[in-house]
Protein backbone atom coordinates (compact mmCIF):
# COMPACT_ATOMS: atom_id res chain seq x y z
CA UNK A 1 0.00 0.00 0.00
CA UNK A 2 2.08 3.32 -1.46
CA UNK A 3 -0.48 5.84 -0.50
CA UNK A 4 -0.27 8.75 -2.62
CA UNK A 5 2.79 8.87 -5.05
CA UNK A 6 3.93 12.03 -6.88
CA UNK A 7 6.23 12.29 -10.03
CA UNK A 8 8.66 13.54 -10.86
CA UNK A 9 10.02 14.81 -7.14
CA UNK A 10 11.63 17.64 -8.86
CA UNK A 11 11.23 19.15 -12.34
CA UNK A 12 12.78 22.27 -14.11
CA UNK A 13 10.87 24.07 -17.16
CA UNK A 14 11.60 27.13 -19.61
CA UNK A 15 8.81 29.38 -20.12
CA UNK A 16 6.33 28.07 -22.24
CA UNK A 17 6.90 24.30 -21.76
CA UNK A 18 4.34 22.13 -21.19
CA UNK A 19 4.62 19.12 -18.38
CA UNK A 20 1.89 16.89 -16.78
CA UNK A 21 2.68 16.29 -12.48
CA UNK A 22 1.83 12.71 -12.14
CA UNK A 23 -0.39 12.19 -8.95
CA UNK A 24 -1.73 8.69 -8.10
CA UNK A 25 -3.34 6.66 -4.80
CA UNK A 26 -3.83 3.40 -4.25
CA UNK A 27 -6.36 3.48 -1.09
CA UNK A 28 -9.43 3.82 -3.62
CA UNK A 29 -10.86 7.01 -2.97
CA UNK A 30 -12.99 9.12 -4.73
CA UNK A 31 -12.19 12.62 -3.23
CA UNK A 32 -8.42 13.73 -4.96
CA UNK A 33 -6.94 17.48 -5.10
CA UNK A 34 -4.05 19.57 -6.49
CA UNK A 35 -2.08 22.04 -4.03
CA UNK A 36 0.08 24.43 -4.31
CA UNK A 37 2.32 25.75 -1.73
CA UNK A 38 4.33 29.11 -1.72
CA UNK A 39 6.32 30.44 1.02
CA UNK A 40 4.83 32.69 3.81
CA UNK A 41 1.31 31.19 1.91
CA UNK A 42 -0.71 28.35 2.32
CA UNK A 43 -1.49 25.44 0.51
CA UNK A 44 -3.94 26.86 -2.11
CA UNK A 45 -6.36 24.44 -3.88
CA UNK A 46 -6.12 24.54 -8.09
CA UNK A 47 -8.31 21.72 -8.40
CA UNK A 48 -10.67 18.97 -6.93
CA UNK A 49 -12.23 15.99 -8.11
CA UNK A 50 -14.99 13.57 -6.20
CA UNK A 51 -14.83 10.97 -8.91
CA UNK A 52 -13.80 9.24 -11.71
CA UNK A 53 -14.97 11.56 -14.31
CA UNK A 54 -15.91 14.82 -12.18
CA UNK A 55 -13.43 17.61 -11.53
CA UNK A 56 -13.78 21.07 -10.34
CA UNK A 57 -11.72 24.48 -9.93
CA UNK A 58 -10.34 25.33 -6.87
CA UNK A 59 -9.30 28.97 -5.30
CA UNK A 60 -6.12 29.35 -8.48
CA UNK A 61 -6.92 26.78 -11.45
CA UNK A 62 -5.98 29.16 -14.48
CA UNK A 63 -2.68 28.14 -16.58
CA UNK A 64 -3.28 24.50 -14.76
CA UNK A 65 -5.91 21.53 -16.52
CA UNK A 66 -6.34 18.16 -14.91
CA UNK A 67 -8.59 15.19 -15.70
CA UNK A 68 -9.89 12.20 -13.96
CA UNK A 69 -10.68 8.96 -15.89
CA UNK A 70 -9.66 6.23 -13.18
CA UNK A 71 -9.86 6.33 -9.48
CA UNK A 72 -7.01 6.48 -9.16
CA UNK A 73 -5.11 8.69 -11.22
CA UNK A 74 -5.36 12.52 -10.99
CA UNK A 75 -2.76 14.31 -13.59
CA UNK A 76 -2.08 18.18 -13.42
CA UNK A 77 -1.29 19.89 -16.45
CA UNK A 78 0.78 23.23 -16.81
CA UNK A 79 -0.55 24.08 -20.28
CA UNK A 80 2.17 26.69 -20.67
CA UNK A 81 4.51 27.15 -17.67
CA UNK A 82 5.62 30.57 -16.53
CA UNK A 83 8.21 31.71 -13.96
CA UNK A 84 4.64 32.53 -11.31
CA UNK A 85 3.42 28.77 -11.08
CA UNK A 86 7.21 28.01 -9.34
CA UNK A 87 6.28 26.39 -6.31
CA UNK A 88 5.45 23.05 -4.46
CA UNK A 89 2.90 20.79 -5.69
CA UNK A 90 0.98 18.79 -3.53
CA UNK A 91 -1.35 15.68 -4.31
CA UNK A 92 -3.80 14.68 -2.04
CA UNK A 93 -6.83 12.13 -1.34
CA UNK A 94 -9.27 11.03 1.08
CA UNK A 95 -12.53 8.79 0.98
CA UNK A 96 -15.66 10.91 -0.75
CA UNK A 97 -17.27 10.62 2.63
CA UNK A 98 -14.83 11.38 4.77
CA UNK A 99 -14.38 15.13 2.61
CA UNK A 100 -14.28 17.26 5.79
CA UNK A 101 -14.43 14.97 8.14
CA UNK A 102 -11.60 12.57 7.82
CA UNK A 103 -7.73 12.77 6.98
CA UNK A 104 -6.42 14.32 4.06
CA UNK A 105 -3.49 11.83 2.78
CA UNK A 106 -0.76 14.17 0.89
CA UNK A 107 1.97 12.94 -1.24
CA UNK A 108 5.24 13.83 -0.90
CA UNK A 109 5.13 16.57 -3.29
CA UNK A 110 6.54 17.56 -6.60
CA UNK A 111 8.90 20.79 -6.41
CA UNK A 112 8.70 22.60 -10.11
CA UNK A 113 11.00 25.90 -11.14
CA UNK A 114 9.67 27.53 -14.15
CA UNK A 115 12.90 30.11 -15.60
CA UNK B 1 -9.20 39.09 3.23
CA UNK B 2 -7.34 35.51 3.78
CA UNK B 3 -10.30 32.63 4.63
CA UNK B 4 -7.78 31.24 7.11
CA UNK B 5 -5.35 33.41 9.11
CA UNK B 6 -2.50 32.26 11.21
CA UNK B 7 -0.02 33.68 13.50
CA UNK B 8 3.25 32.87 11.88
CA UNK B 9 5.30 32.81 14.85
CA UNK B 10 7.96 31.77 15.46
CA UNK B 11 7.35 30.46 18.91
CA UNK B 12 10.38 29.57 20.60
CA UNK B 13 9.90 27.46 23.25
CA UNK B 14 12.09 25.46 25.36
CA UNK B 15 11.14 21.58 26.13
CA UNK B 16 8.38 20.96 28.95
CA UNK B 17 7.08 24.34 28.10
CA UNK B 18 3.49 25.10 27.46
CA UNK B 19 3.01 27.05 23.75
CA UNK B 20 -0.44 27.79 22.28
CA UNK B 21 -1.77 29.78 19.27
CA UNK B 22 -4.98 30.89 17.13
CA UNK B 23 -6.53 31.33 13.89
CA UNK B 24 -9.19 32.83 12.50
CA UNK B 25 -11.66 31.67 9.68
CA UNK B 26 -13.54 34.30 7.56
CA UNK B 27 -16.56 32.18 6.18
CA UNK B 28 -19.15 31.60 9.28
CA UNK B 29 -20.27 28.85 6.63
CA UNK B 30 -17.26 26.91 7.75
CA UNK B 31 -17.95 22.88 8.41
CA UNK B 32 -15.19 21.30 9.88
CA UNK B 33 -11.78 22.26 11.40
CA UNK B 34 -8.50 20.56 11.80
CA UNK B 35 -4.54 21.22 12.64
CA UNK B 36 -2.05 19.85 10.19
CA UNK B 37 1.75 19.37 10.67
CA UNK B 38 4.23 19.79 8.54
CA UNK B 39 7.99 19.39 8.80
CA UNK B 40 10.58 20.80 7.24
CA UNK B 41 8.32 21.28 3.61
CA UNK B 42 7.35 17.81 3.76
CA UNK B 43 3.80 16.42 3.45
CA UNK B 44 1.12 18.04 5.81
CA UNK B 45 -0.10 15.51 8.25
CA UNK B 46 -3.14 15.73 9.88
CA UNK B 47 -2.82 16.35 13.71
CA UNK B 48 -6.16 16.08 14.75
CA UNK B 49 -9.61 16.91 13.89
CA UNK B 50 -11.28 20.06 16.00
CA UNK B 51 -14.53 19.54 17.61
CA UNK B 52 -17.54 21.83 19.00
CA UNK B 53 -16.50 21.08 22.26
CA UNK B 54 -12.98 20.88 22.32
CA UNK B 55 -10.97 18.14 22.53
CA UNK B 56 -7.58 16.56 23.13
CA UNK B 57 -5.21 13.99 21.95
CA UNK B 58 -2.40 13.31 24.77
CA UNK B 59 -0.30 16.38 24.52
CA UNK B 60 -2.21 18.71 22.74
CA UNK B 61 -5.77 20.31 23.26
CA UNK B 62 -7.72 21.96 20.18
CA UNK B 63 -10.77 24.10 20.92
CA UNK B 64 -12.75 25.82 18.70
CA UNK B 65 -14.71 29.24 18.94
CA UNK B 66 -17.76 29.77 16.15
CA UNK B 67 -18.93 32.85 17.65
CA UNK B 68 -15.71 34.50 17.29
CA UNK B 69 -14.74 32.14 14.51
CA UNK B 70 -11.19 31.14 16.12
CA UNK B 71 -9.89 27.81 16.53
CA UNK B 72 -6.78 27.49 19.05
CA UNK B 73 -3.69 24.81 19.54
CA UNK B 74 -1.95 24.03 23.05
CA UNK B 75 0.71 22.04 23.15
CA UNK B 76 1.49 20.75 27.03
CA UNK B 77 5.27 19.79 28.23
CA UNK B 78 6.61 20.35 24.53
CA UNK B 79 9.35 17.79 23.07
CA UNK B 80 11.81 18.12 20.74
CA UNK B 81 10.15 16.51 18.15
CA UNK B 82 7.49 19.17 18.16
CA UNK B 83 9.30 21.36 16.39
CA UNK B 84 6.95 21.94 12.92
CA UNK B 85 5.36 24.22 11.65
CA UNK B 86 1.26 23.94 12.42
CA UNK B 87 -1.22 24.46 9.79
CA UNK B 88 -4.51 25.87 10.53
CA UNK B 89 -7.49 23.99 8.24
CA UNK B 90 -11.23 24.54 7.17
CA UNK B 91 -13.46 22.60 5.35
CA UNK B 92 -15.91 24.43 3.50
CA UNK B 93 -17.98 22.55 1.26
CA UNK B 94 -15.34 19.85 0.40
CA UNK B 95 -12.74 22.64 -0.31
CA UNK B 96 -9.99 22.65 2.56
CA UNK B 97 -8.54 25.94 2.98
CA UNK B 98 -5.19 26.60 4.71
CA UNK B 99 -3.75 28.92 7.02
CA UNK B 100 0.26 29.81 6.22
CA UNK B 101 1.01 28.21 9.58
CA UNK B 102 2.66 29.03 12.58
CA UNK B 103 6.50 27.91 13.10
CA UNK B 104 7.30 26.29 16.29
CA UNK B 105 10.81 25.71 17.33
CA UNK B 106 11.56 23.60 20.73
CA UNK B 107 14.72 24.39 22.17
CA UNK B 108 16.82 21.85 24.68
Known amino acids: NAGVTQTPKFQVLKTGQSMTLQCAQD?????MSWYRQDPGMGLRLIHYSVGAGITDQGEVPNGYNVSRSTTEDFPLRLLSAAPSQTSVYFC??????????????FGPGTRLTVL | RKEVEQDPGPFNVPEGATVAFNCTYS??????FFWYRQDCRKEPKLLMS???SGNEDGRFTAQLNRASQYISLLIRDSKLSDSATYLC?????????FGAGTTVTVRA
Open chain 2, 89 to 97: VVNIRYKLS
Open chain 1, 92 to 105: ASSSYAGVGRDTQY
Open chain 2, 50 to 52: VYS
Open chain 1, 27 to 31: MNHEY
Open chain 2, 27 to 32: NSASQS
